[in-house]
């Protein structure tokens, strides 16, 4: 069974600093990953994705990918309180989802 | 460009009865994603459609659940019978091509 695991947290860091999520697989075969933002009641929202090993950074956001360790993580510089969420992280094409880890940034 | 639209946003019924879910992709994807979140748990895959073809049902729980995509444009997702453990929250998603999913807001079933 393959299966995505991240810590659920609550990760809380103060307003500016960086938050760290990180999530591990366990199919060494995967390809695709995939970072979602959820606020309570919403949507899914895609903030990253990454198909390479390495990193990839698109604004505040920066997307690390290390297949041989099997772990996918994502940075979030200058956190800012909009950021508190849930955080997703997600495998392939029929994603397989982690259960989240909320995110709160304190003022 | 509108998002992935789903209705009802919630629906409460109770055992035994049926409900269906529709799901309005974004215009011009041909794939649309069914998930589900039961309390406590992951988001989890029930199927796929690639226009009104079903790619992937591998996810679907039981045959108390159907799903369709007449035309090729919005689904249905049906339970019939209605069961205690079918309550959570119903996401659609779709993309086009291999491109990434986007979700709608989700269905939040509750059976009583």
């Known amino acids: 069974q393959k299966e995505v695991e991240q810590n659920s947290g609550p990760l809380s860091v103060p307003e500016g600093a960086i938050a760290s999520l990180n999530c591990t697989y366990s199919?060494?075969?995967?390809?695709?990953f995939f970072w979602y933002r959820q606020y309570s009641g919403k949507s899914p929202e895609l903030i990253m994705f990454?198909?390479?090993?390495g990193d990839k950074e698109d604004g505040r956001f920066t997307a690390q990918l290390n297949k041989a360790s099997q772990y996918v993580s994502l940075l979030i510089r200058d956190s800012q309180p909009s950021d508190s969420a849930t955080y997703l992280c997600?495998?392939?094409?029929?994603?397989?989802f982690g259960k989240g880890t909320k995110l709160s940034v304190k003022p | 460009e509108a998002g992935v639209t789903q209705f009802p946003s919630h629906s409460v019924i109770e055992k035994g009865q049926t409900v269906t879910l529709r799901c309005d992709p974004i215009?011009?994807?041909?794939?649309l994603y069914w998930y589900r979140r039961v309390m406590g748990k992951e988001i989890k895959f029930l199927l796929h459609?690639?226009?009104?073809?079903?790619?992937?049902e591998s996810g679907m729980p039981n045959n108390r659940f159907l799903a369709e995509r007449t035309g090729g444009t919005y689904s249905t997702l049906k339970v019939q019978p209605a069961e205690l453990e079918d309550s959570g929250v119903y996401f659609c998603?779709?993309?086009?091509?291999?491109?990434?999913?986007?979700f709608g807001d989700g269905t939040r079933l509750s059976i009583l």
């Open positions: 997600a495998v392939e094409g029929n994603l397989i």
């Open positions: 215009s011009g994807h041909d794939n």
């Open positions: 990454i198909y390479s090993n």
């Open positions: 199919d060494r075969g995967s390809q695709s």
């Open positions: 998603a779709s993309s086009q091509g291999n491109q990434p999913q986007h």
């Open positions: 459609f690639v226009k009104e073809s079903k790619q992937d």
